[in-house]
């Protein structure tokens, strides 16, 4: 499974793919009133600002699955859901991990939203572990909001 660097070519299309990931993911579980900030452009928007700290799997302009790293935080993960059981999440997560290691972090954290099993599984499964829940302080348009989350550790 090959993780390559995002493209700037590309932010439309990883654009989509977290937009509808997060909504089958997440739409669900959090608030209405965070779910209606999670807009393509949101979405659009915070992958142009952090690029450099994205990559991906599938075909170049095609993607069907990234990672973003941020400080000591696996920030993002979202694999298309054609590609989930496909090995792409593991790939990079692991290149994820790895980036984090050479960055200097010796113990890594994440935050899941409370009621994602998927992930949840999928993570534990990996070696994270969770420590407990966690208050995120998420920013949207309209100020700050306050989400309760899981979170996981894992030392690199
Ligand atoms: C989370 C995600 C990256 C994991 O990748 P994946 O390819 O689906 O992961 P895998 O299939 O390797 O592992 C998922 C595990 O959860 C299990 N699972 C599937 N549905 C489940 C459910 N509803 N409840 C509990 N476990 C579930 C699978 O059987 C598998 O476990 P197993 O290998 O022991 O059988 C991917 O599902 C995804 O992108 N989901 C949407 C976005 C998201 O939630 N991102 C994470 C944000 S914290």
Redesign the pocket.
């Given at each position: 499974m090959q993780i390559r660097a995002a493209e700037p070519g590309e932010l439309e299309a990883l654009a989509r793919l977290w937009r509808d990931?997060?909504q089958?993911?997440h739409a669900h579980l959090v608030p209405a009133e965070l779910a209606r900030h999670r807009t393509l452009e949101s979405f659009r928007d915070r992958l142009a600002a952090a690029l450099a700290d994205v990559r991906a799997t599938g075909p170049l302009g095609a993607p069907d699955g990234f990672c973003m790293i941020h400080g000591e935080e696996l920030y993002q993960?979202?694999?298309a859901a054609s590609a989930?059981?496909?090995g792409?999440?593991?790939a990079l997560l692991a290149d994820g991990e790895a980036r984090l290691a050479t960055a200097g972090v010796t113990t890594a954290w994440?935050a899941?939203?409370i009621g994602?099993?998927?992930?949840a599984?999928?993570y534990e499964?990996h070696g994270w572990q969770r420590t407990g829940v966690v208050t995120s302080r998420l920013e949207t348009p309209d100020g700050l909001f306050l989400l309760d989350v899981w979170r996981y550790e894992k030392p690199l």
């Open positions: 990931a997060w089958d993911a993960l979202f694999v989930r059981g496909s792409a999440a593991a994440l899941c939203a994602n099993e998927r992930a599984r999928f499964k």
